[in-house]
């Protein structure tokens, strides 16, 4: 009876089993030839069952059975096999024996590396990987969970992932990296080849965060309204709800990006003099070279260095070789250093003509928005902000400058002043709606202008509602209320 009961509960583990795959071959067919099949299906059943219950060391005997005897049976095996020794690596105390895990843990990635194309012939879309995603979490795994992990050999398990991933590597992948990254710089500061590496690594990292964050610009978010008759005054401004899309984007990559940038400022390999006397002789011995000194600009523009005489010498050459952008915006630089912003600022339109790249060029056209607002030029500013928009619509930072234009430029009487802020919030909200990476802080921006709407107790006696349209500014907004 027991014998039967057995048979029957294989048979419908396999009917399951065979359920879950979308295309290819069945779990019976890929164990048809394999003379340990039904010790496989019941393994399979026994270790499912405990690592579905968090029983990692009773699953561990009939997992390993699986994976050892049928490691084309199930692409779940080496998912489940990687979660198990992960935690149990975690809470294991005996040096000894967290040593084993490891090992183990390694040799899954490694044998899903030799089956990958087999496993992936009858994957489905969702657990179909690359031999770069799973070098990145073989990496991941080894620079958290070895016990005596060296940090070369990390770094370059990291490198040869995210070379294959690219912009495809996951958020959590780029956060080990730049750490490791990170690591080996602050262990080598005097080795000018590993700071130029981590310079590129921070950079790429940098890239692909914004490649990815610029990517949820494009889910649509939701507005919830206002509700000026609340008691929690954060609700009395309209608030932007992330898609779910859009929301995990930036869930995943901002962190790396926040983590990257801190790691990157505290670990001071973007000190201008280190680069100055990196790149000092180089420019020198590459002056006719319009490339290198092009390359040259970038990295010391990127890291806030263009202000140091190296980063002018090389605008010089380039601009002499031929005027491209990257001369333009040095020779601006130099200018903004000595205190001619007018000078400046026609540098600066310089470059937006002769860059053919629209983010660039709505850069550029941000920042003389920026110094048209510093000399208070607040028409100007803003024409500037339009300009930087029409290049890159989900500029949010372009429409918060704006809201503080607008902002900075209320007058008249309380009630009139407070169309200003009405209207600012309005910029404030596209921001937002453009630009996941702003929302914060664009509802942010949105709380403190709500302070300087009219009172409700005024407007109550003087038969004024909120939701009313008002023109201000030459443009119309909706009155709101505090």
């Known amino acids: 009876m027991k014998k039967i009961l057995l048979v029957c509960s294989l048979a419908m583990v396999s009917v399951a089993l065979s359920a879950q795959n979308l295309k290819g071959t069945s779990l019976n067919d890929r164990l048809a030839n394999n003379p340990d099949s039904a010790d496989v299906l019941g393994s399979l059943s026994l270790y499912q069952d405990a690592f579905k219950r968090q029983s990692y060391v009773e699953a561990l005997e009939p997992w390993e059975f699986v994976f050892t005897k049928a490691p084309l049976s199930m692409v779940r095996v080496y998912t489940d096999g990687a979660w198990m020794f992960e935690n149990l690596i975690q809470k294991e105390t005996d040096a ?3 040593k084993e895990y490891f090992e183990k843990l390694m040799n899954i990635y490694d044998q899903r590396l030799k089956y990958l194309d087999a496993l992936n012939s009858f994957a489905t879309p969702k657990t179909t990987s690359t031999k770069g995603n799973i070098i990145c979490r073989k990496a991941y795994d080894y620079y958290y969970f070895c016990p005596t992990m060296d940090n070369e050999t990390a770094y370059k398990m990291f490198k040869e992932g995210i070379g294959d991933m690219g912009p495809n590597t996951e958020g959590f992948v780029l ?7 990170n690591r080996r710089f602050m262990a080598n500061k005097d080795n000018i080849d590993i700071r130029q590496e981590f ?3 921070y950079m790429e990292t940098n890239d692909i965060c914004d490649r990815l964050l610029d990517q949820a610009k494009e889910y649509p978010s939701e507005t919830i309204p206002a509700d000026p008759d609340s008691e929690d005054s954060t609700k009395w ?3 932007i709800v992330l ?11 901002q962190p790396v990006q926040y983590k990257a940038n801190d790691l990157f400022v505290s670990s001071g390999a973007a000190d201008c003099d280190a680069l100055e006397r990196i790149y000092g002789a180089q420019v020198e011995a590459n002056k006719t070279n319009l490339a290198y000194l092009n390359s040259v600009l970038s990295i010391l523009n990127n890291f806030e260095c263009d202000k140091s005489n190296i980063y002018y010498v090389a605008a010089d050459y380039a601009y002499q070789i031929n005027k491209t952008p990257q001369a333009a915006i040095g020779k601006a ?3 903004l250093k000595d205190g001619d912003i007018n000078g400046a600022i026609q540098y600066f339109d310089e470059a937006i003509g002769l860059e053919s ?9 941000y920042i003389v928005a920026a110094l048209m607002y510093k000399k208070g030029n607040l028409a100007q500013c803003r024409q500037y902000c339009r300009k930087s928009l029409q290049y890159n619509p989900s500029n949010g930072g372009a429409y918060l400058l704006q809201a503080s234009c607008i902002a900075r430029s209320a007058s008249g009487d309380h009630l009139q002043r407070s169309y200003y802020y009405c209207l600012a919030t309005d910029y404030c909200h596209k921001a937002a709606a453009v630009d996941p990476s702003s929302a914060a802080k664009a509802n942010r921006a949105a709380a403190g202008y709500a302070a300087h709407f009219y009172p409700k107790s005024e407007a109550f006696f003087a038969g004024i509602k909120a939701g009313e349209r008002v023109s201000v500014a030459g443009e119309t907004t909706t009155l709101r209320l505090r």
């Open 243 to 253: 898609a779910p899309e859009a929301q995990k984007i930036v869930d995943n990559y």
């Open 333 to 335: 630089s130099k200018l």
């Open 357 to 365: 790249d629209n983010a660039k060029k709505a850069k550029y056209s």
């Open 237 to 239: 401004v309209d608030q």
């Open 199 to 201: 310079i590129t690594d």
């Open 96 to 98: 000894a024996k967290k």
């Open 175 to 181: 956060y080990a990296f730049i750490d490791c990254s």
